[in-house]
C-alpha cells in the first residue's frame, strides 16, 4: 500500500504522535493498520526518549471503528482463530507509558475530545455486539444503565455528554485539541516516568477487577457466526435497512 497508514512524529520533547492516516475509510481499523500501528506503538514503548504516547486522527474524525468488510469475510471460527482485535487490546494494554487520546470528531489511559466529538457504539445494527472490551470498559466508565442505552440502542453520544458521563477527561473547541492534548503530554513527559508507570498500573489495575473480556470475546466470536450478522453486514455495505430473523 502506498500510503503511510499510521503519520508518526515528535511535536515536543518526550512526546510520540502517532495518527490514524487511512482518510478514505475515515480510518476504519483494518489488520493491516492495526498491524502498522502496534508496530509503531512497540517502537515508542521501547524508546527511552519517549515519555508519553498520543493517539490521534485526522482534523475531522478519529476512528471510525472496525472494518466492516473486513468484518464480513469472517464466520466464528475465522473471529475465534486470528483473535479478531485481541491483539490491538493486548497491545495497548502492554504500555506501561501514559496513552492520550485526542478525538476530534480507543481504550487509552485519558480522552480528549472536541465539542463536535460523538461517541457510540452501533455494533448492534449490524447484528453484533462491541468487542475489544467495549461492553467491559464502558460499562466501568459510564455505569451499567447508560451502558445498556449506548450499546443497546446504538445511539452516540455527544462530547458534552461522554464528559458528563465520566468517559472523557476534557473537551475543547475543534481544532484546539491536538494543541491541548500536547501541553498535556508535554506536562506528563516533566514527570517522574516511574511513578506514571506504577500509578498507570494501579489505576488500571482497580480497572480491571469485575471485568470479564474473556466471556465478551467469546460472545463477540460467538455472533460472527450468527445468520443476524451475516444480514446485518451483509445490509450496511448494500446500503439497506436489514430483515433481521425471529
Known sequence: MSETLVNVSNPVD????LAFNRPTKRNALSQELIDVFLRDLGAAAAD????VVVVTGSSTFFCAGADIKEISELDADGARQCRYLEDLCQGLQSVRKPVVAAVEGMACDLIFASTSSRFGLPEVSIGLLPGAGGTQRL???V???KAMQMILLG???TAAEASAAGLVADVFE???VLDKVLQTASKLASMSPSALSLAK???CRSDDLGRDDSFERSLYY?????QDKREGVGAFLEKRAPKWGM
Open 14 to 17: 518526550g512526546v510520540r504522535v
Open 155 to 157: 445511539t452516540p453520544i
Open 143 to 145: 455505569g451499567k444503565y
Open 139 to 141: 460499562t466501568n466508565a
Open 174 to 176: 475543534p481544532g484546539n
Open 201 to 203: 498500573e494501579a489505576v
Open 48 to 51: 527511552q526518549s519517549v515519555k
Open 222 to 226: 460467538y455472533a460472527f457466526g450468527t
